[in-house]
């Protein structure tokens, strides 16, 4: 929605309950391809891609020019370049299937539609907060949360705080919860933090990642006033995943996939050789060092040698799993219980018996 500045939406009239659901009208009967929305553009297009190329669904696009793309490994799966917007719009029309897109989209766009199931809810790029910001100058200097501002006088309704933003859903239903009852929201072509220094918004309501650009037009956050903390998603269409054929499935390997390789992003297999009595004997003293434990223990396997004739295990292989954080501490108590020939290696896949938020997903739909 593109609206010239002017236009205002008095809060009483944008109330709504989170509950609501729009008339969604079924996936299109006539259409056999499982169809994926993802960002054409920006920073979120290249993160996407990249991700899906690191688990093994790298998207072939034939012609940049191109919207409609493919992943070999999907059968009859399609790939649609969208805007993010029109993404959740198309989900709920029913000409996407699936699609990636940041939070603050689906919940600006999607206005919790409950045919909009969020398959996974952190793919860990993308973050960003949408947040009130107010001036650091004038009236403001001395307001620093969403309780001070509020009980500020100046607001009244002949004389409301007007807040400029482009989430004209998610603005006003934030400060109908907030108690804010004197507000007006506009809309504005460019950049939002612009408007209170020429004098035609109060506040602006906008996605903030590290604030360089509010601090720099001398606007500042408030506590309290963060309404919704955002980073790219997985969705998908509930009626798709019920009634289309494919669907369900192409979302169990994706979320797998993806599962898999945000598990290993950070995590090292470290292999080192140790001597010992017994296998037993060296998990021991491997479990008395809190940073070795691994995923579920350490894995320990006998090093054979041959030695005056006869077969004998003096060393014992151990293998475990080690955040990178926590990556030279575990180094050092491994080499101090009796470690040697250390080896490191980045992971890039953990795979679990079975993700919890396919469980989750089979749940929500009933299944």
Not at 10 to 21: E, I
Not at 221 to 226: D, P, Q, T, Y
Not at 271 to 284: F, H, I
Request: proline fraction near 5%; include cysteine; hydrophobic fraction near 40%.
């Amino acid at each position: 929605m593109n609206l010239p500045l002017h236009a205002s939406f008095p809060l009483s009239s944008r109330s709504c309950c989170c509950h609501a659901s729009l008339s969604v009208p079924p996936p299109q009967a006539d259409r056999k391809e499982i169809r994926l929305g993802l960002p054409s553009k920006g920073r979120m297009s290249s993160d996407t891609l990249e991700l899906l190329k690191n688990c093994q669904l790298s998207v072939k696009q034939v012609n940049p020019r191109q919207y409609v793309a493919e992943i070999p490994q999907l059968s009859n799966l399609e790939v649609w370049f969208q805007r993010p917007k029109d993404i959740v719009r198309k989900l709920l029309s029913g000409d996407l299937d699936l699609g990636i897109v940041g939070l603050d989209i689906v919940s600006e766009h999607g206005q919790c539609n409950e045919d909009l199931i969020i398959v996974h809810e952190a793919l860990e790029y993308g973050d960003c907060r949408l947040s009130l910001a107010i001036p650091q100058y004038g009236i403001f200097e001395n307001v620093n949360s969403l309780e001070e501002l509020a009980k500020m006088p100046h607001w009244t309704e002949d004389k409301p705080l007007r807040v400029a933003t482009g989430f004209t859903y998610l603005g006003p239903k934030f400060m109908n919860e907030s108690g804010l009852k004197h507000v007006t929201f506009s809309t504005a072509d460019g950049a939002l933090e612009a408007a209170p220094a020429m004098g035609i918004a109060d506040a602006i309501l906008d996605l903030v990642s590290s604030g360089t650009t509010l601090r720099e037009n001398n606007l500042k956050e408030i506590k309290g006033g963060v309404v919704l903390e955002s980073q790219a998603v997985l969705i998908a269409s509930r009626k798709s995943m019920i009634q289309r054929k494919g669907v369900l499935e192409a979302t169990h390997e994706m979320l797998e996939r993806l599962e898999a390789h945000l598990r290993a992003i950070g995590q090292f297999t470290v292999t080192a050789n140790m001597r010992g009595n017994s296998a037993e004997e060296v998990a021991e003293r491997i479990l008395s060092q809190p940073s070795l434990a691994g995923l579920q223990g350490p894995t320990v396997s006998p090093v054979f040698c041959k030695r005056d004739g006869k077969v004998t295990a003096d060393y014992y292989a151990i293998v475990i799993c080690v955040p990178k954080k926590a990556l030279y501490k575990s180094i050092q108590q491994l080499r101090a219980i009796g470690g040697s020939g250390v080896l490191i290696s980045p992971l890039t896949y953990i795979f679990d018996e079975e993700t919890p938020r396919w469980r989750q997903l089979l749940s929500e739909l009933g299944l």
